[in-house]
T-cell receptor, first 113, second 110 residues
Framework: DAGITQSPRYKITETGRQVTLMCHQT?????MFWYRQDLGHGLRLIYY???????DKGEVPDGYVVSRSKTENFPLTLESATRSQTSVYFC????????????FGDGTRLSIL | EDQVTQSPEALRLQEGESSSLNCSYT??????LFWYRQDPGKGPEFLFT???AGEEKEKERLKATLTKKESFLHITAPKPEDSATYLC???????????FGTGTRLKVLA
């Protein structure tokens, strides 16, 4: 089915470990985004990508790494997880131009112990 | 600095009791204003896009309007299934980023 899928849906890990969150979209959208959602802060942009091999920092990029070797995939890696990175992570995509709405996956709930 | 503020933070309505949610924005060069619905454990679901002051969009019991400073999401005769968090976001010229408000949590009681 067409859409945007995130995996895993839930993840528990320990501080210091590396963890990768996956995002896959089937619309061939150019733009993809990673957000974290925390109570009281709303959605905050971590990284975004305008096309394959083009990425840029958002509001809260520290501690995160992204790559985009294929248009449809946009993985987010926490290189050395910290408790402050416990959050719900959402991936989104949109076609050309930011006058179009974003379409979101159902999120990954990440807990770091 | 570009900013989006939503009010109220939370709203409880009786079934059938109409009301409005507010999204105030301060941005330079608005390209679009977007309304989303978010259910617990789910990602935001797109509802409406508004592009210019005076524009209105409707879908079932929801109607979104836009002025130069704010947008309203009017809910007419709400039902319990309208309970959700409603998010507002804007996009601006010169960047591909979107700025989100913190949302309004709506609870409709039967």
């Amino acid at each position: 089915d067409a859409g945007i899928t995130q995996s895993p849906r839930y993840k528990i890990t320990e501080t210091g470990r590396q963890v990768t969150l996956m995002c896959h979209q089937t619309w061939s959208h150019s733009y993809m985004f990673w957000y974290r959602q925390d109570l009281g802060h709303g959605l905050r942009l971590i990284y975004y990508s305008a096309a394959a091999d083009i990425t840029d920092k958002g509001e809260v990029p520290d501690g995160y790494v992204v790559s985009r070797s294929k248009t449809e995939n946009f993985p987010l890696t926490l290189e050395s997880a910290t408790r402050s990175q416990t959050s719900v992570y959402f991936c989104a995509s949109t076609g050309q131009g930011n006058n179009q709405p974003q379409h979101f996956g159902d999120g990954t709930r990440l807990s770091i112990l | 600095e570009d900013q989006v503020t939503q009010s109220p933070e939370a709203l409880r309505l009786q079934e059938g009791e109409s009301s409005s949610l507010n999204c105030s924005y301060t941005v330079s060069g608005l390209r679009g204003l977007f309304w989303y619905r978010q259910d617990p454990g789910k990602g935001p679901e797109f509802l409406f896009t508004l592009y210019s002051a005076g524009e209105e969009k409707e879908k079932e019991r929801l109607k979104a309007t836009l002025t130069k400073k704010e947008s309203f999401l009017h809910i007419t005769a709400p039902k319990p299934e309208d309970s959700a968090t409603y998010l507002c976001a804007v996009s601006t010229s010169g960047t591909y980023k979107y700025i989100f408000g913190t949302g309004t949590r709506l609870k409709v009681l039967a």
